[in-house]
């Protein structure tokens, strides 16, 4: 392996509190080590800023809705193509890349280790192959269980409680699908949609035919995974995502977890006062005061930015709403017993007061909030745009000016909604960009040797210039560093890795097979024997990190 030496960067390591510091950092076989020898590759960062390995906590990159997705939209991949060379495969850009171009790409930028983040496990041999089909990068899925009939069984039956059945079968899951975590999506709602076209509305209302209530789901299943230890925490897509009005659901949705350790994803989609059918408002400084004074839940933001974007996500009823508001291409699909899925291309307009407000109210969550530990980076991928935005991302958090410009072209009735009509005065600072895009992402994953850079963990480094600019210098980092090798300089890629799979494993009762197997046989096409992911092809080798109960 190479040994590497950078030399006299300023290292912003927030997890172990390094803030700037003028230093060396030495790299060899694959870790970060104390000192390396004479023989070492210097790399000479005066001047430059020095940082882990990005880490994208929420995106969707891979399964059949990427690939229906990609199906969906020919005219943009059309335009950017990737071709082959010596050292590439060749693919397609556009807003959701080919598994090739999701690689380099990321890469690119700076990404060493990205979730897809819902994935249905009926599905995990074909997310598991477009995973493995993706370069430079380390990762891992989250499987949806919020609306799986199974899982619905056994909380009626332990009546919303944390059952040892119950518990045990989520460790199953994890097991037979090679999955890192476990997704929760409108819970219990996407199957109302699946029966009626509806929704189940709020998180009491019962799921009919079934029992059961989404405060139940969140309860039993959020306890059972918090009771395995898993690494990462139950990951909550809220019920009534982007109704108005849904922060009180939102609100009612953490105080359901509390107590327990859970993340909320997209928590724009999440924040919106007003009533239904009617507009929106802003009511983000409520989630932000409510996550203050509960450390034990986290967010990520799904900032929207303007412009062409893919929505894709399991909660089928939002995608036939937003059908309906654009009246083009749409996709929805049913997958059995577990999940549904709703694909819209869409484009955000600065000029559209919802849009706008979206906008807004992501911003707000960033800049409002005391604990950038707390609400991590996203734009959940591709639904509120491209994670190619992250640098004009960081450029808005990062740069006043920029940002007061950027508001003055926005709906101005939509800005008046939110507190960004203050004038808030609030600049990221480079550790403060080095928590919310690594340090707190592997935290929350359980990812112990990512996203910080002390002795021992993963050498995955990137090295920006230190540009005014902070769009152009996050754009293009002039070194990325994956597993200890130079995999990109000055834009451009010099080597090739696969990159790890990434999986977590939770011990269970092999005899909560005999309880699955005829609920199997009385809800699925596929045979209980037949369901598991077996194929050492897709499943090893991984990288497993055991739950800590």
């Given at each position: 392996?190479t ?15 390094v ?6 950092l ?10 390396v ?120 039956e332990?009546g ?11 460790a ?5 699908t ?7 999506v ?10 009626s ?18 405060r ?17 925490p ?42 239904p ?29 303007f ?5 894709m ?7 036939a ?13 049913d ?27 992501g ?5 409002l ?8 980076l996203?734009t ?14 960081i ?25 960004l ?19 707190a992402?592997?935290?929350?994953l ?16 990137t ?5 005014a ?8 980092p ?5 597993g ?24 269970f ?9 005829p ?11 037949h ?7 897709l ?11």
């Amino acid at each position: 392996m190479t040994e590497i030496r950078i030399s006299g960067g300023a290292i912003h390591d927030p997890a172990n509190d390094v803030d700037g510091e003028i230093r060396d950092l030495c790299l060899k076989d694959g870790k970060v080590v104390a000192d390396v020898g004479p023989g070492a590759r210097r790399i000479d960062a005066r001047g430059m800023v020095v940082m882990p390995g990005g880490v994208d906590i929420h995106a969707h990159i891979a399964g059949p809705k990427a690939n229906l997705a990609r199906k969906l939209s020919p005219d943009s991949r059309r335009t950017d193509p990737l071709d082959r060379s010596e050292l590439l495969r060749s693919g397609t850009g556009g807003l959701v890349p080919s598994t090739f171009a999701t690689g380099y790409r990321y890469s690119l930028l700076g990404y060493t280790t990205v979730v897809e983040a819902a994935a249905p496990p009926l599905a995990a041999r074909h997310v598991l192959a477009e995973l493995r089909d993706t370069p430079m990068i380390d990762k891992a899925f989250l499987i949806l269980m919020g609306n799986n009939q199974v899982l619905f069984e056994l909380i009626r039956e332990s009546g919303g409680a944390v059952s040892p059945q119950l518990r045990d079968a989520v460790a199953w899951w994890l097991a037979a699908t090679g999955g890192y975590g476990v997704k929760l999506v409108n819970p219990g709602g996407v199957e109302v949609f699946k029966q009626s076209n509806g929704d189940v509305g709020g998180i009491d209302a019962e799921v009919p035919g079934y029992g059961v209530t989404p405060r139940q789901v969140l309860e039993a299943i959020g306890g059972a995974v918090h009771e395995l230890g898993l690494p990462h925490p139950v990951h909550v897509h809220a019920n009534d995502l982007g109704v108005p009005g849904n922060a009180t659901t939102t609100l009612q949705t953490m105080d359901a977890l509390s107590g327990r350790q859970a993340h909320l994803a997209h928590l724009q989609f999440h924040a919106y006062g007003g009533k239904p059918g009617g507009l929106p408002r802003s009511r983000a400084p409520e989630l932000l005061d409510y996550l203050a004074g509960h450390k034990e839940l986290t967010a990520d933001v799904g900032q929207v930015m303007f412009g062409d974007a893919m929505t894709m996500t399991a909660d089928g009823h939002v995608s036939a709403v937003l059908r309906d508001l654009d009246g083009g291409k749409w996709v929805n699909h049913d997958t059995e017993v577990e999940t549904g899925c709703g694909i819209v291309p869409f484009t955000y307009k600065s000029g559209n007061y919802v849009h706008a407000l979206q906008w807004g109210i992501g911003l707000e969550l960033f800049l409002l909030g005391d604990d950038p530990w707390q609400v991590m980076l996203s734009t959940d991928h591709p639904n509120g745009g491209s994670f190619m935005s992250y640098p004009k991302l960081i450029r808005l958090l990062m740069d006043r000016g920029f940002r007061d410009d950027q508001l003055g072209r926005a709906n101005q009735k939509a800005i008046k909604r939110t507190a960004l009509r203050d004038g808030i005065e609030r600049e990221y600072t480079l550790n403060e960009i080095a928590i919310i895009t690594r340090a707190a992402p592997a935290r929350r994953l359980g990812l112990r040797d990512k996203g910080q850079l002390g002795i021992g963990a993963d050498a995955d480094v990137t090295i920006y210039h230190d540009r005014a600019d902070r769009e152009e210098m996050f754009s293009t980092p002039r070194y990325v560093i994956k597993g200890g090798e130079l995999v990109v300089e000055e834009g451009d890629l010099r080597r090739v890795d696969d990159g790890l799979l990434l999986s977590s494993r939770a011990s269970f009762d092999a005899e909560i097979e005999r309880v699955l197997k005829p609920l199997f046989a009385d809800r699925y096409t596929v045979s209980f024997d037949h369901y598991p992911v077996r194929d050492p092809a897709l499943r090893e080798p991984a990288v497993t990190v055991e739950a800590s109960p």
